[in-house]
């Protein structure tokens, strides 16, 4: 049984649509201790069974954040400032987690545990989110 979630930034431009395997009281929710996710108060899920499709309306408003190891694009919204999203890619293999405050359904979804994740390389890095991410697809709209 799959579940489908709609999300998006506050001003629509970016978009994503999560179908997993996991209902939302099963979710384990991961509120990762960075300090760029400490300073959004990120909340993320993800389902490696799942499937992530991100959708972005204007791609002048789309800011890939990079930081430290630079192996990974924060999905921010230049527009209104909201991140949907971590999005990691390979060739042409792509993983990504989901920010449950950017989902309609968010309210459905349980308190966070902490996750640090300090320490990695990125060959750990991208090892744990093959596993554990959610396959994912960003797509650029047609204007
Ligand atoms: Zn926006």
Not at 26 to 45: E, L, N, P
Request: hydrophobic share 35%.
């Amino acid at each position: 049984m799959m579940h489908h979630f709609h999300g998006s930034c506050h001003c629509g431009n970016l978009e994503v649509d999560y179908t997993t395997t996991i209902t939302p009281e099963k979710a384990m929710v991961r509120a990762c201790q960075c300090s760029f996710c400490r300073k959004h108060d990120a909340r993320a899920i993800s389902d490696p069974n799942g499937m992530i499709e991100l959708t972005v309306h204007n791609p002048s408003l789309l800011e890939r954040y990079r930081f430290e190891l630079g192996v990974t694009d924060y999905l921010i919204c230049r527009k209104c400032g909201v991140y949907v999203s971590a999005y990691s890619q390979r060739g042409t293999e792509a993983y990504a987690n989901v920010m449950v405050n950017v989902l309609d359904a968010r309210e459905q979804f349980p308190d966070p545990s902490p996750v640090h994740l300090d320490g990695e390389d990125e060959l750990e890095k991208w090892q744990r989110r093959a596993k554990n991410w959610t396959p994912a697809t960003l797509r650029i709209a047609d204007q």
